[in-house]
């Protein structure tokens, strides 16, 4: 048995059309998004009394009733953006939290037994 294979290309190139006389269309650079036109979310941040507070993990517990907070989240921003202004986050509003002061940390409560835990940075 003869089994013979042939290529019905001149091009050494892998089988890729030749730059010369080439009619086929390619990507040029400046047709992608630059990273300046993406907007990336930012990790979720708090201000509160003029400090930012960054999230560092999820803790979970139960939401007591006798459970005395500190502040609520009053206003939110877009999640790429820094918060600016006290009690404002970029996660979101209506959240209560508990200031601790000595480990300068924030906990805020989510609901459902879930809690954030932020710090300075």
Same mark, same amino acid.
């Given at each position: 048995m003869?089994?013979?294979?042939?290529?019905?290309s *001149?091009?050494?190139?892998?089988?890729?059309? @030749? =730059?010369?006389? !080439? #009619?086929? &269309?390619?990507?040029?650079?400046?047709?992608?998004?630059?990273?300046?036109?993406?907007?990336?979310?930012?990790?979720?941040?708090?201000?509160?009394?003029?400090?930012?507070?960054?999230?560092?993990?999820?803790?979970?517990?139960?939401?007591?009733?006798? *459970?005395?907070?500190?502040?609520?989240?009053? @206003? =939110?921003?877009? !999640? #790429?953006? &820094?918060?600016?202004?006290?009690?404002?986050?970029?996660?979101?509003?209506?959240?209560?939290?508990?200031?601790?002061?000595?480990?300068k940390?924030?906990?805020?409560?989510?609901?459902?037994?879930?809690?954030?835990?932020?710090?300075?940075?």
């Amino acid at each position: 048995m003869l089994l013979a294979l042939t290529s019905c290309s *001149t091009n050494d190139n892998n089988n890729l059309p @030749s =730059e010369e006389g !080439s #009619t086929s &269309t390619s990507i040029v650079e400046t047709d992608l998004p630059s990273d300046d036109d993406v907007p990336w979310d930012l990790i979720p941040t708090l201000m509160y009394e003029d400090r930012l507070y960054v999230y560092r993990g999820k803790k979970s517990g139960e939401h007591e009733s006798d *459970t005395v907070f500190d502040g609520s989240i009053e @206003s =939110e921003i877009a !999640s #790429t953006k &820094t918060p600016f202004k006290n009690n404002q986050s970029n996660f979101g509003k209506g959240y209560d939290f508990i200031v601790n002061e000595e480990e300068k940390t924030i906990e805020v409560y989510l609901g459902d037994g879930k809690w954030w835990l932020l710090s300075i940075p």
